[in-house]
């Protein structure tokens, strides 16, 4: 097995090869691609399609003297194969040396830390302009995935590109007609047009833009990349090359379930079967049916989406069925956002539902475009959790500093089923506030709740004590209670136990009535500490004798990480805590 995958050091060996060594070499890949995904999972649709185009590019470009930028970098690993890292997928004692996307740290041939969309052709631009600055004379390469080309970033990108840089880069377009979900866009019209004339359609996007355009419609074959990427090899102007290709191919049920097959679990080859239990009930489902009742119920309420829809649990039936009560804008989160507000504005009720990584982009449009405003957006995010995704790219961890302080933005954090989805349908309804929900990352728990929360910063008290009082929010609650069970056996007395819900205001009122019989505040928050909710709390008690201790992340790039192990390390948990407790008080 890999026979030829295991003579690859480096690819100055790919050169070497023959036509039919070369079709082994794919054969090897997709084999140690199985190897790796069947049991630890990663993405596996991009990765698959992306297999012979990957094998021709090292055939013919010079790495890491021509430099190549993948979009996301979720279609990097046959790259990583080629250059020095085959045993991250042959050997399973190596997984953890590989990363799922591009790092500079693993290799020379990487040049970005990469795991969000659209950003492939800037990044390429800014080095085809140092080089030439330089008076350099390497090939600039940017790959890009045509769901990736929806992205304001992809746009200004080729805008720029097409208008502004007169040396040489090369824009390759992975067409396999699938976002993670369905594309969306107009755009995709003119994909589509250029598809079935084998690129000789009058009507072309790329030359509308001043780019020079070729396409090759067998994007899976070895042969026919190498003499495309030999056509456009040391050209002195930006092209695009334009590359049809299959998503997930070398897989039958991958190549018959694109949106399925994007990312996955530790599965069986054979029968395709996820390795993982999953429960009856999760936040995910809660809010896909919650979606759905809404929706039937409220014609003036619309889910809105930038190419998230299963982050909300909204398999295709579900959003065929809400018809144009559903909105895909396509990677394009900026656009989701002051699309709701204009919604808003006009009476709707929109729900902007997507990962809280990726809602990053969309600072200015939350703030300007919404908050300025005041409109009443509802901005739902999956995985903010600090043990939900862990690469250093997708981390959810920084959600509440980034946001919470932006005035007039309702910043709610739920602790069970019940909260959720009251707090949920209190926001789509009221019209007095943006609103920005953290979907809980826990296991589902349920316990009552208030169903109305137009009485702002109002912190719960679950838990009536004395001398400490821990105020746990939204994840770390749990954690809470568990602390102030542990607090009540070891030291002798019961703590207050308090849910904050709101991350984005203080209750002055309870945290003033804390005082007369506590000495000591804990705050547990399940993300990055400064700027965060804890740090207002103690700021809130700087000129009183009350102690404040804050649990939290600190302020880091955490990648890859063992959550429970972060916790230890960070002393956050509960048998430490409680030492920290005996010494303060």
Known sequence: MYDILKTINSPADVKKLNKVELETLAADIREALFNRLTKIGGHFGPNFGIVEATIALHYVFESPKDKFVFDVSHQSYPHKMLTGRKNGYIKDECFKEDSGYTNPDESEHDLFNVGHTSTSVSLATGLAKARDLKGGTENVIALIGDGSLSGGEALEALDF?????????????????????????????????LRETKGAAANNFFKALGLDYI??????????????????????????????????????????NREGWHWCMPFDKETGKWNVEFP?????????????????????????????????????????????????????EEHAVALASG????????????????????????????????NPVTILLNYTSFDGLTDVTHLGIFTIPAFANIPNLVVLVPTSKEEYLNMLDWSVEQREHPVMIIMPGNAVTSRASDKDFSTLNTFKTEQAG??????????????????????????????????????????????????????????????VMDGGFGQKIAAFYASSPMKVKNYGLHKEFYDRYDPQELLRQLGMMTEQIVADVKNLI
């Open 343 to 374: 919604v808003a504005k006009a009476g709707g009720k929109p729900l902007v539902v997507t990962n809280a990584t990726f809602i990053q982009r969309t600072y200015d449009q939350i703030s300007q475009d919404v908050c300025i405003n005041n």
């Open 466 to 527: 004395e001398k400490v009082a821990i105020l746990a929010l939204g994840d770390f609650y749990q954690r809470g209670q568990e602390l102030a069970a542990e607090i009540e056996k070891e030291l002798g007395f019961k703590p207050t136990l308090i849910n904050p819900r709101f991350a984005s205001g203080l209750d002055k009122k309870l945290l003033t009535n804390l005082a007369k019989n506590h000495q000591l505040v804990l705050t547990l928050e399940d993300g």
């Open 161 to 193: 590109a097409g208008s502004e840089l007169n040396s040489n880069l090369i824009i390759i377009v992975n067409d396999n007609q699938q976002s993670i979900a369905e594309v969306h866009g107009g755009l995709y019209k003119n994909l589509t047009e």
């Open 215 to 256: 396409y090759e419609e067998n994007g899976n074959d070895i042969q026919a990349m190498i003499k495309v990427f030999q056509k456009v090899k040391d050209i002195n102007h930006p092209i695009v090359v334009h590359i049809n290709t299959q998503k997930g191919k070398g897989y039958k049920l991958a190549e018959e």
């Open 280 to 332: 009856a009930e999760s936040y995910t489902s809660l809010t896909a049916e919650y979606i759905m009742n809404k929706a039937q119920k409220d014609k003036d309420f619309v889910v809105i989406t930038p190419a998230m829809p299963m982050t909300a649990g909204l398999f295709e039936p579900m959003r065929k069925q809400l018809g144009s009560q559903y909105v895909d804008v396509g990677i394009a």
